[in-house]
């Protein structure tokens, strides 16, 4: 099946630091969506995606629909501490079903 | 607040027991989804609905089932439950409009099995 896979895992950084995490795909897909989760908490959406080499911006938040459709990034710039959580990528290919295909996450840790 | 609103918020049973996960959809969401998270894992699709169809199947046990009523809310049925099926179930919606499929997330139900 479809697998997404999301890098780096975890990361440790400091209060100010710029971030950066992707995902890949073996498989094209015509939707990249990002999502942060706080514990206990369900995903909220940051950033949909919907054509490929575009790139979109959210606040200090850009992601960008690499341009072989298998890819994409997040970048989070100048760090704060409610940039903790773990962030998802998302995946939806073409075709009939609108499945919702998840990465398995990066966690974010920030230091003051 | 997603709109996407799910009880119970929190649920303890014990092996062997059945239960029922209620999840309505935002407003005008035709599609519904569920997830299965276990600890500190990724989100595990199980199945999804369209406007009470069944669109599409993951990794669902035979001993889950779901449904999804004219009214568009859904239900997810787990039975003979397991200890491993201990986790966080959250459901998603979206309209699913001219292949835009931006999916909101429920605040999630964590099902314990004792």
């Known amino acids: 099946g479809q697998q997404l896979n999301q890098s780096p895992q975890s990361m440790f950084i400091q209060e100010g630091e710029d971030v950066s995490m992707n995902c890949t795909s073996s498989s094209i897909f015509n939707t990249w969506l990002w999502y942060k989760q706080d514990p206990g908490e369900g995903p909220v959406l940051l950033i949909a995606l919907y054509k490929a080499g575009e790139l979109t911006s959210n606040g200090r938040l850009t992601a960008q629909f690499g341009i072989t459709r298998k890819d994409s990034f997040l970048n989070i710039s100048a760090s704060i501490p409610s940039d903790v959580g773990i962030y998802f990528c998302a995946g939806q290919s073409k075709g009939g079903s609108e499945k919702l295909v998840f990465g398995k996450g990066t966690k974010l840790t920030v230091n003051p | 607040d997603s709109g996407v609103t799910q009880t119970p918020k929190h649920l303890i049973t014990a092996t062997g027991q059945r239960v029922t996960l209620r999840c309505s959809p935002r407003s005008g969401d035709l599609s519904v989804y569920w997830y299965q998270q276990s600890l500190d894992q990724g989100l595990q699709f199980l199945i999804q609905?369209?406007?009470?169809?069944?669109?599409a199947k993951g990794n669902i046990l035979e001993r889950f089932s779901a449904q999804q009523f004219p009214d568009l809310h859904s239900e997810l049925n787990l039975s003979s439950l397991e200890l491993g099926d201990s986790a966080l179930y959250f459901c998603?919606?979206?309209?699913?409009?001219?292949?835009?499929?931006?999916?909101?997330f429920g605040q999630g139900t964590r099902l314990t099995v004792v």
């Open positions: 609905y369209y406007n009470g169809e069944e669109r």
């Open positions: 998603a919606s979206s309209v699913v409009d001219s292949g835009n499929t931006e999916a909101f």
